[in-house]
């Protein structure tokens, strides 16, 4: 099993541009999340997923969008970005709600 | 919405001292998760703790569940430079976690 992957790596992005970053888990688990982490504040959650046609927005959900058309893929779009979405995101799935959370290596970002 | 602190922010240990972290809530808990992050890496799980005074070791790793399930602790005993990283509690909220803002240990050969 590859667990949970992401890609881009890294991501160099101008303000205004708009991008997916692309999120995909093969454990067959329901619930799945971005989260985004800044330096001092760990890791807050932006949209989560609960199961194939379920979103549900986070702690810090303005400026992204996410949609979840199969149990495998969940998306995170970045609408039009902005300096202060300048971070590291991280995709999540568990098997259930009070479950391990299994984390894919990450994304960084920077936008200019 | 529920808060979870962490003490400390920073330890700086030299190698074979013990560490401890604290995690503290302001609500009883139904469990409590741990995640470790290496630099440049992604959390990794470590455990989760569901009993009031539960206490569960990993080697030399230690954790504990407060008898009010509002607090819980890390401890390594006889650190070592494979122990550097962010020590990340999780505490329940709804269908997610949330976070505490970790504590970064640091290990001097």
């Known amino acids: 099993n590859a667990g949970v992957t992401q890609t881009p790596k890294f991501q160099v992005l101008k303000t205004g541009q708009s991008m997916t970053l692309q999120c995909a888990q093969d454990?067959?688990?329901?619930?799945m999340s971005w989260y985004r982490q800044d330096p001092g504040m760990g890791l807050r959650l932006i949209h989560y997923?609960?199961?194939?046609?379920?979103?549900d927005q986070g702690e810090v959900p303005n400026g992204y969008n996410v949609s979840r058309s199969t149990t495998e893929d969940f998306p995170l779009r970045l609408l039009s970005a902005a300096p202060s979405q300048t971070s590291v995101y991280f995709c999540?799935?568990?098997?259930?709600?009070?479950?391990?959370?299994?984390f894919g290596p990450g994304t960084r970002l920077l936008v200019l | 919405g529920q808060q979870v602190m962490q003490i400390p922010q920073y330890q700086h240990v030299q190698e074979g001292e013990d560490f401890t972290t604290y995690c503290n809530s302001s609500?009883?808990?139904?469990?409590i998760q741990w995640y470790k992050q290496r630099p440049g890496g992604h959390p990794v799980f470590l455990i989760q703790?569901?009993?009031?005074?539960e206490v569960k070791k990993q080697k030399r790793l230690t954790f504990q569940f407060g008898e009010a399930k509002k607090n819980s602790s890390l401890h390594i005993t006889a650190t070592q430079t494979t122990d550097v990283g962010t020590y990340f509690c999780?505490?329940?909220?709804?269908?997610?976690?949330?976070f505490g803002p970790g504590t970064r240990l640091s290990v001097l050969p």
């Open positions: 999540a799935s568990k098997r259930g709600s009070q479950e391990t959370q299994y």
């Open positions: 454990m067959n688990h329901e619930y």
């Open positions: 997923s609960v199961g194939a046609g379920i979103t």
């Open positions: 609500t009883t808990l139904s469990n």
């Open positions: 703790l569901v009993k009031s005074g």
């Open positions: 999780a505490a329940p909220y709804g269908q997610n976690f949330v």
